[in-house]
């Protein structure tokens, strides 16, 4: 088994690797509260912490000292920690994607004294894997429509790329809403070749240009801060207007796994 890490395979860096740990979904966080003169303790549910991932690694046999040490300056350039979250592929589940970076430092001494043997530990301060090719939706209609998640296996958190035009008003809206739960963007300004951007998952929308340029915050634009989510299998969407035209909506699903 290998593993990719920023795009750059471990077996092209000299590297064999095997999974030591593998966790069905991250750490659980439990939410508890200590109540006088009650046994245990009172349960406020819980939620999933970060995700570690340890690997077993050994190097390719070298001929010299000098080459395993060149080898070690290129791993430890392609590992570096300091460049912050990169992608991390393992071979044997090529779908999916975490975003990790190394957690400890490669043990040099082990490393020598065990024939090019040592461990890495990847650490994923989001515990969820995700796809790495997405299900994407495209609405152009108003009304009510009905989409299929078939990927992961945990509800998701899209991305909508709403096209259309809105000008100023408050009574002026265009709505989208998703298994009940209704983003109302008001008292707007969209202009035709303008998109607004709402992601889910960082609790952010604004609005951009035709170039990806972003032009300004569309947070004031949401009449309540309140995202919805993807379920796997089926999905409900409405668009409706008011005062307003309705062009398309993209919707990404970010497909993820426990």
Known sequence: MGFAYDDISSKSMGLKARLTSWQVCGGMRNFTTTVPGKYGVTDFGADFDYREINLACNIYPKHSFSALVTTLDKISTWLDPMQGLRQLVFDDVPDRYFMARLNEKVDCERLIRFAGSFNLKFFCPDPFAYAITDENYLIESEGSHTILRQT????????????????????????????????????????AEETLVINTDKMTAYVEDENGIILRNALPYLEEIDFPSLHVGTNTLAITTNNAVFTALEIKARSRWR
């Open 152 to 191: 992961g296996n945990v509800e998701s958190n899209p991305m909508y790329r709403l096209k259309g035009i809105i000008t100023s008003g408050v009574n002026n809206s265009i709505s989208v809403t998703t298994n009940g739960l209704e983003m109302k963007i008001v008292n707007a300004v969209l202009l």
